[in-house]
């Protein structure tokens, strides 16, 4: 029984969904206006597969009732590996758009702002696995909000080139709203670590 929710749907789900991260990026990084223009639709296909696959990986696991702390782990493992390789991609090379005249990049300091916050993500859960033995892998509200600003940038900038020039101004306005969605995101992980470490955390006294 073990092995079966270990191989359940929704594992392999995540599973496919990091699997084409690969694709992806690969898919990203040979992008050239006049040799493959073609591949910016692919990656845009597999951005929507994974996109979807994020919600029906949760929604298997409680048709099935197979919820397991393997697929706690690879559910946002999947999103922040397909998050910050887009990101980190597309501040690097950009994708190729006339209607601006070459290359539409992100800005740098917004895809240090989310890495940033992965990070501090990461280091925070070490340290409250090291205080309280348990692994803290339980998303926040303003996280999950921060993951769906980054998903619907990703997704504007990869449909950029196929939409009218003027539409530019909602791909500025999806950057400040990731900004600010990933700095508050910070702030709140922080505000928690702090609550952890005072021993005053209602997410200690659940696990009490």
Known sequence: MGYQMWLGWPNVVSLARIALVGPFVGCLVWINADAHPDLRHVALGLFVLMAISDGLDGYLARRL?????????????????????????????????????GWCRLPVWLTAALLGKDLLVLIGSIVVYRRTKTPLIAPRPIGKLCTSAAFLLILFMLLMPDLPANWAVIRTVLIWA???????????????????????????????
């Open 65 to 101: 009732n197979q919820e397991t702390a393997l697929g706690r782990f690879l559910d946002p493992l999947g999103d922040k590996l397909l998050i910050a390789s887009g990101v980190i991609v597309l501040t690097i090379i950009g994708i190729p758009d006339a209607a601006v005249g």
């Open 178 to 208: 990731t900004l600010i969605m990933s700095l508050a995101a910070s702030a709140d992980y922080v505000r928690l670590g702090l609550q952890i470490a005072a021993g005053k955390s209602a997410w200690l006294e659940k696990r009490a």
